[in-house]
């Protein structure tokens, strides 16, 4: 038994052998694996030079002869070989005339494919290290409409079922583009899908961010009208999900109605509007449960006409305003038949014509709505 081990541990590495050969070759053999990602994890900056490898060997001897030799197999429809000897080009002869286009073609054929992301990164790789050698505009376009497709696809889709689309994996693509080329043609409508995006995934400050920028900088697009109309929705639900958040809720106030200022005609003035109004009536009930606070909580008159005067001169147009400009008489009257005297005496000398200020702002509210359900 002891003779025997040995021997079948032989026969054993022999067959390991025997069948890890042939795979090496073929690996050696077939140019680079097209599962190696063309470009560095996000974050990393430019993505690596391509340099000459175990896995990128070329099949012929210089840059000429091997590019003729992919176009062959190109023309021959062996489209993956084709691709892996464009890039073992590159690889090898990454500063010959020839890598450029090789580079090009490797990108043109993954698209075709139908290897989407990696087609991406392989024309993003002709970007950053073959600027001026390649139309540059096929490569934004081919850019673009990747993400598109990206945009659209469905993932895990099991037993027949459509799946669900991921938008989020198109964000990244999006914004290289929009990095890319922040003057293109498209620029503005590349930065319009950030910031669908970002809304499709409840990323609402981002959203804003994207369609602030095709509004400033991209004015003129056709989707500057469509950006100011989403990203003031986009600040009404950040208001909504914030209630108390005061500068938040301007913010969403002021891009409503700027949207309603600028665009008249537009097919949702009468949506932003109600939700303007709705807003408006929002930051009113802030304004009067401040005042409310220092009237019945605290008991401070003087600090309660103070707030009350800050929602006369911030709501006018607040359902609340009767009820306000009463409450202000109330507290006014004592200050002006001299029943109260703990305040300076600057203040105090002008409150009578204050008084009969908001004694008239109160007739003249009261005349415009009749309805006894709109008298304090």
Not at 54 to 76: I, S, V
Not at 179 to 184: H, I, L
Request: aromatic share 10%.
């Amino acid at each position: 038994m002891r003779t025997q081990t040995p021997t079948l541990w032989g026969v054993l590495g022999f067959l390991c052998l025997a069948l890890t050969l042939p795979v090496a070759a073929q690996m050696q053999n077939s140019g680079p694996g097209e599962d190696e990602p063309a470009l560095p994890k996000k974050g990393s900056g430019k993505p690596d030079r391509k340099t000459p490898g175990f896995f990128h060997r070329p099949t012929c001897h210089g840059p000429a002869t091997q590019l003729r030799y992919a176009d062959e197999l190109k023309a021959a429809g062996k489209r993956r070989r084709a691709t892996n000897e464009y890039l073992a080009l590159v690889h090898a002869w990454h500063g010959s005339p020839e890598a450029p286009r090789a580079q090009l073609e490797a990108a043109r054929l993954l698209m075709e494919r139908g290897r989407h992301e990696r087609a991406f990164e392989e024309f993003q790789y002709l970007i950053e290290h073959f600027s001026g050698r390649f139309p540059y505009g096929e490569a934004l376009d081919a850019q673009f409409r990747i993400a598109n497709v990206v945009l659209g696809e469905r993932h895990m889709a099991w037993f027949g079922l459509k799946g669900f689309a991921d938008p989020q994996a198109a964000l990244p693509l999006l914004t290289t583009l929009a990095r890319n080329a922040p003057f293109w043609e498209r620029a503005g409508e590349v930065q319009f899908r950030i910031g669908l995006v970002h809304e499709t995934i409840g990323e609402l400050p981002d959203a804003t961010d994207a369609y602030a920028t095709v509004m400033n900088r991209h004015a003129a697009s056709e989707f500057a009208t469509e950006a100011a109309y989403r990203r003031a929705l986009c600040l009404d639900r950040l208001a909504n999900d914030a209630p108390r958040d005061e500068s938040q809720t301007r913010a969403a106030l002021s891009a409503m109605a700027s949207f309603v200022r600028d665009y008249p005609t537009h097919r949702s003035r009468g949506e932003i509007e109600t939700l303007l109004n709705a807003r408006r009536e929002q930051l009113a009930g802030l304004y009067h449960e401040r005042a409310r606070f220092y009237d019945v909580i605290e008991k401070r008159p003087r600090s309660a006409i103070v707030a009350y005067e800050d929602f006369v001169a911030r709501c006018p147009t607040s359902r609340r305003m009767g009820e306000v400009l009463q409450r202000l008489v109330e507290l006014y009257t004592p200050y002006a038949k001299g029943v109260t005297t703990d305040v300076d005496t600057n203040w105090i000398t002008r409150v009578p014509a204050r008084l009969e200020e908001v004694q008239q702002r109160l007739a003249d509210w009261n005349a415009s709505r009749p309805d006894e359900e709109a008298r304090p």
